[in-house]
C-alpha cells in the first residue's frame, strides 16, 4: 500500500505519468531505444551531450533511476516537493 493509502497499481507506469512530469518523461523517452534493456552508458552521454548535464549530475540521476527505479523515485520526488527540496543538499 502506498503512503497516501491507496493501493499499488502495476499498470500505473510512466506513461501516464502526472501532467507535471509528462513532458519530462517524453523527454527522456527519446533518449532510451530499447526500455526492456536500456543503454546506461548512452543514456549518461546524451544527458551530458545533448541535454547540458554536468557529467557527475547524469551520472547519479542514470545511477538513481537504475538502482531505484520509478517506484521508489516517483515517491522520494512527491516527499521532495512536499518538503519544498528543489534542488537537495548534494547540489548536482
Not at 526500455?35 to 538513481?64: C, G, Y
Not at 515517491?75 to 518538503?83: R, S, V
Amino acid at each position: 500500500m502506498e503512503p497516501s493509502g491507496q493501493e499499488f497499481n502495476p499498470n500505473d507506469v510512466p506513461g501516464s505519468a502526472p501532467s507535471r512530469l509528462t513532458n519530462l518523461v517524453d523527454e527522456y523517452s527519446a533518449l532510451v531505444s530499447d526500455s526492456q534493456n536500456p543503454s546506461w552508458e548512452l543514456i549518461e552521454a546524451k544527458l551530458i551531450d545533448v541535454h547540458d548535464w554536468t557529467p557527475d549530475a547524469a551520472h547519479a540521476l542514470v545511477k538513481m533511476a537504475k538502482q531505484y527505479g520509478w517506484f521508489f523515485l516517483r515517491n522520494a520526488t512527491a516527499l521532495a516537493i512536499a518538503c519544498d527540496q528543489e534542488d537537495g543538499d548534494m547540489r548536482i
